[in-house]
Nanobody, 129 residues
Framework: QVLLEESGGGLVQAGGSLRLSCAAS????????MGWFRQAPGKEREFVAG????????YYADSVKGRFTISRDNAKNTVALQMNSLKPEDTAVYYC??????????????????????WGQGTQVTVSS
């Protein structure tokens, strides 16, 4: 069982920045790949960014590439999402998710929501125009 808690959401003007953080419980954080997803009203949950368990591999949705950066600190059991140049279309509830990596897949980044069994409660990000 992994418990995840997001923080850092809020209201920001277009062009601004926010940094989301996700704190994970447990002592085996280094064995979990992590991801950020978001869900806007009336839309399906979508992948935003993912990072391998070592942090050596990352992957981004095309819509956020070059603006968002995912990172992790395995010593502190945290994963962060730095969001720059925010746009109104980035408005959504952002979720942190984790999945235990298959041994030998240390560099693998999971991009589908169905691959993640553990989820946080979400944090609202609102970007005003």
């Amino acid at each position: 069982q992994v418990l995840l808690e997001e923080s850092g959401g809020g209201l920001v003007q277009a062009g601004g920045s926010l940094r989301l953080s996700c704190a994970a419980s447990g002592r085996a954080f280094v064995t979990y790949a992590m991801g950020w997803f978001r869900q806007a009203p009336g839309k399906e949950r979508e992948f935003v960014a993912g990072i391998s368990r070592s942090g050596g591999s990352t992957y981004y949705a095309d819509s956020v590439k070059g603006r968002f950066t995912i990172s992790r600190d395995n010593a502190k059991n945290t994963v962060a999402l730095q969001m720059n140049s925010l746009k109104p279309e980035d408005t959504a509830v952002y979720y942190c998710a984790s999945v235990r990596s298959i041994p030998g897949d240390g560099a693998y980044v999971y991009t589908h929501s169905g691959q993640y069994p553990y989820w946080g409660q979400g944090t609202q990000v609102t970007v005003s125009s």
